[in-house]
């Protein structure tokens, strides 16, 4: 078994900034790509950042400049620095981990449960 564990939400006001953690734990040969999606009510689930084993780091535009990923591979724990909050960044933040659970085995997608991010004044 895996297990994919986010902490960090919150509610902030605008401008304001938040930091999200996520712990990968359980069966785990190896770990390639770690990151963060977001889901805002009505809406589909969007990639925030991605972060491979050998540090390529993904944006989309909308973060750019305001977010900032990192990584603890001897943790298997993968954070999100949150600067410069907008209402608009108002989601559930939900942690992505792409698993190998052994030498010879497939990598598989495992999610977290969630974290709330509240934007507003």
């Known amino acids: 078994q895996v297990q994919v564990v986010e902490s960090g939400g919150g509610s902030v006001q605008p401008g304001g900034s938040l930091r999200l953690s996520c712990a990968a734990s359980?069966?785990?040969?190896?770990?390639?790509?770690m990151g963060w999606f977001r889901q805002a009510p009505g809406k589909e689930r969007e990639l925030v950042a991605l972060?491979?084993?050998?540090?390529?780091?993904n944006y989309p535009d909308s973060v750019k400049g305001r977010f900032s990923i990192s990584r603890d591979n001897a943790k298997n724990t993968v954070y999100l620095q949150m600067n410069s909050l907008k209402p608009e960044d108002t989601a559930v933040y939900y942690c992505?981990?792409?698993?190998?659970?052994?030498?010879?085995?497939?990598?598989?997608?495992?999610w977290g449960q969630g974290t709330q991010v509240t934007v507003s004044a």
């Open positions: 992505y981990a792409t698993v190998r659970r052994s030498v010879l085995g497939t990598e598989y997608p495992y």
């Open positions: 359980g069966s785990i040969f190896s770990i390639n790509a």
């Open positions: 972060i491979t084993n050998g540090g390529n780091i």
